[in-house]
């Protein structure tokens, strides 16, 4: 099918192209930006005056709970809420049951997403087998499967000497490993330590928690060589650890969610179990810290940490709550609400949603081996998969998203479209103001999610 989106303005973080324009669509490839050379006869025109045209974004952290917890979001629900969330790639953990430590999971899973025709799903494989941290995965087999790295979700490595053997095999055949810092030990709490904390009786998980880890990572980094992506940094002293091993040139990356930009422990009020996430909602010195080393640029990406959860196990007391909230289709909006507020432009703001978590997937994996190199081609992650993820430019896939950043939509349980309903974005029954609706969402070319302007 061919397309034309006309009179849209046009922003492509990746080549810092903004200018009202026309994007020509051909076989769900971007064949013009501007004019097309030559005749073009269009099947569909879509109208995008007075709206952005973007690459989709590219979310570096959705759980979709499928398989092993369809009670709390089915494969089909959460990627619908991608594409309407503007979403069009998304990295999902290995913390499903079964866990991705096989191929054939993989491939399952791998299936079970192209078979919708929705969001592109690149799947991370456990780092170790039951994410039980003590035996090593099949990376090889892993990857070619179609996994992009390896990581432990929230399970943290207790036993140090497994996780250098991770490490050292994935630096052998160059390999991402995928960690959230958090000491085992100092990590078992179910809020940031503090005043808050003490005065509410909760158990707390310290900032020290996440700043020995990061030492511990950087260490073995150090030795082994490997490629670490940090997921989910949410302290002012995690960032300051960050920069420093960027300056020192370690090939390093992190992101930040969106609860931890914006929110602070305050948020969690008297027990509102809508605010139990992890990492755990810190104070606002922190929160200043991630809004700076985002803006900055020390932290590459920020992701929606979507992570559904059923309202049984968010009616239990907030410590006994499951951690964890639905985000990827607030992700957009929140983006834009962080970038107006530091008075970024449109096009720096994003960046930490498009080009900039897209160029870490490529510079992660374009960096490996060869044999890692051929193995994800013959899973077709390099041509399809990461081929156009986060820009628009000509010959690239159309995977686009075009919002209307004046409009304003409210965030109400009914209004999501993910199977998980809470939010700490949520905190009024009349709902929360957002800036920013996607109205229609492009895959491959193919318009995956429409809304009426």
């Avoid at 903004?18 to 490839?29: E, K, L, P, R, T």
């Avoid at 952290?61 to 069009?88: D, F, I, Q, W």
């Amino acid at each position: 099918m061919n397309i034309i989106i006309k009179n849209g303005r046009v922003i492509d973080p990746a080549s810092s192209f903004d200018a009202v324009s026309d994007v020509y669509i051909q076989d769900g490839v971007i064949v013009a930006v501007g004019s097309h050379k030559g005749e073009f006869k269009a099947d569909r025109t879509l109208d995008a005056k007075g709206l952005v045209v973007a690459p989709g974004l590219v979310d570096l952290m959705a759980r979709l709970k499928e398989p092993g917890y369809e009670h709390e979001g089915m494969l089909e629900s959460e990627l619908k809420a991608c594409v309407n969330g503007g979403v069009t790639t998304l990295v999902c953990p290995p913390d499903t049951d079964p866990v991705l430590d096989e191929p054939g999971l993989v491939d399952m899973l791998k299936f079970r997403a192209q078979k919708l025709n929705l969001a592109r799903v690149l799947p991370l494989g456990a780092l170790t087998k039951g994410l039980q941290g003590e035996a090593l995965t099949e990376m090889f087999e892993l990857t070619q499967a179609g996994c992009i790295g390896f990581g432990q979700a929230e399970v943290c490595i207790s036993n140090t000497q497994v996780l250098q053997r991770a490490m050292q095999y994935a630096a052998t055949y160059g390999y991402c490993v995928w960690l959230r810092p958090l000491d085992y030990y100092l990590g078992q709490g179910v809020a940031a330590s503090g005043p808050l904390a003490t005065r509410l009786g909760l158990s707390g998980v310290s900032v020290a928690a996440e700043t020995i880890a990061l030492n511990t990572i950087f260490a073995l980094m150090r030795s082994t060589g490997a490629k670490v992506h940090l997921c989910r940094i949410s302290s002012a002293a995690g960032v300051a650890l960050i920069a420093a091993a960027k300056t020192e040139g370690l090939p390093v990356t992190c992101d930040v969610s969106i609860n931890s930009l914006h929110l602070i422990d305050q948020d969690i009020g008297y027990f509102d179990s809508r605010a139990r996430v992890t990492p755990p909602l810190r104070q606002q010195a922190d929160r200043t810290a991630l809004r700076a080393g985002l803006a900055s640029g020390v932290i590459d990406a920020l992701v929606s940490d979507h992570n559904p959860v059923e309202g049984d196990l968010k009616a239990l007391p907030f410590a006994q709550a499951e951690p964890g909230a639905t985000g990827v289709e607030l992700l957009l909006s929140l983006a834009l609400k962080w970038g107006a507020e530091e008075k970024l432009s449109l096009l720096d703001t994003l960046r930490v949603v498009t080009s900039g978590p897209a160029k870490l997937l490529r510079t992660k994996f374009s960096s490996s081996s060869s044999t890692n190199q051929e193995s994800a081609l013959s899973s077709g992650l390099s041509t399809q998969s990461l081929g156009g993820a986060g820009e628009l430019r000509v010959g690239g896939v159309a995977d686009i998203c075009i919002f209307n950043p004046e409009s304003s939509w409210m965030v109400k349980p009914e209004r999501l479209c993910s199977q998980g309903k809470f939010t700490p974005f949520d905190f009024d029954m009349s709902g929360t103001a957002m800036v920013g609706e996607v109205l229609i969402t492009l895959i491959g070319g193919q318009v995956v999610y429409s809304k009426e302007k």
